[in-house]
């Protein structure tokens, strides 16, 4: 593919920081910022406000050909989503869609649904994506590769300071659950989650948001 435009990708596990660092670099570079990790959350929304039982992989592959799932870009740059024509944004960061995410992206026809959304945006368009599989499968051809990582004590303080955990969770209930999403998502067969050898690696445990931003921004600026 021949792109004269600016790609960002971050890859990362949960919690390590990726989707404030790549809205903070999207504001100061005014880039389109496409947080893919939403995309595989809309899909088990739906699966689970649908009643479809998760670990039945054809009902999820047929409910994919049947829901009316949107992806349309806002005026903050950034991607608002549409199951049936009514806007979800604010659904996909609960307790249970954070429970069956993993399992639902891993699922290979979710897996290339999302893909080929990621790959279609405009030629003309500067974008920052931040997700798993960036940097080795959706773009590994830009050169602004990037792989975020943080101590998981770390990441589980960040999820607990995080004004949308407004479930109340625990720390320990919060670093359980990141415990397991790392083990799935770095474990399954499709595109698991791992450091590409070109990226950038960033351990972001004793760096501040601004601090992490600044770094990334410069590396693309050179
Ligand atoms: O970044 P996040 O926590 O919102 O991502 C939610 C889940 O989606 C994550 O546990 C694995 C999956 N995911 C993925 O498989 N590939 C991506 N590019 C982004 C997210």
């Not at 998981?152 to 960040?158: G, L, P, S, T, Y």
Request: aromatic fraction near 6%; charge should be negative.
């Amino acid at each position: 593919m021949n792109r004269s435009h600016l790609i960002i990708a971050i890859d990362g596990p949960a919690g390590s920081g990726k989707s404030t660092i790549a809205k903070i670099i999207s504001e100061k570079m005014d880039l389109l910022y496409i947080d893919t990790g939403a995309m595989y959350r809309a899909i088990t929304y739906a699966v689970l406000i649908n009643n479809i039982n998760g670990e039945d992989e054809s009902a999820v592959n047929r409910m994919l050909k049947q829901i009316d799932l949107e992806f349309k870009q806002n005026d903050q740059n950034r991607i608002d989503i549409y199951l049936e024509n009514k806007l979800i944004n604010d659904q996909l960061r609960t307790h249970q869609v954070d429970k069956n995410v993993s399992l639902i992206s891993s699922y290979a026809k979710v897996r290339q649904h999302c893909v080929k959304l990621q790959r279609e945006i405009p030629e003309n368009y500067d974008v920052i994506l931040d997700g798993r599989d960036i940097t080795t499968v959706v773009y590994p051809e830009t050169p602004y590769k990037f792989y975020l990582d943080a101590s998981v004590d770390e990441r589980a303080k960040r999820r607990l300071l995080d004004a949308k955990n407004k479930e109340d969770l625990s720390l320990e209930e919060i670093k359980k659950d990141i415990i397991r999403r790392d083990k799935f998502d770095s474990g399954r067969e499709l595109s698991p989650l791992k450091r590409a050898e070109d990226a950038l690696y960033i351990d972001s445990s004793d760096m501040s948001i601004e601090e992490v931003a600044d770094l990334i921004i410069e590396k693309c600026r050179k």
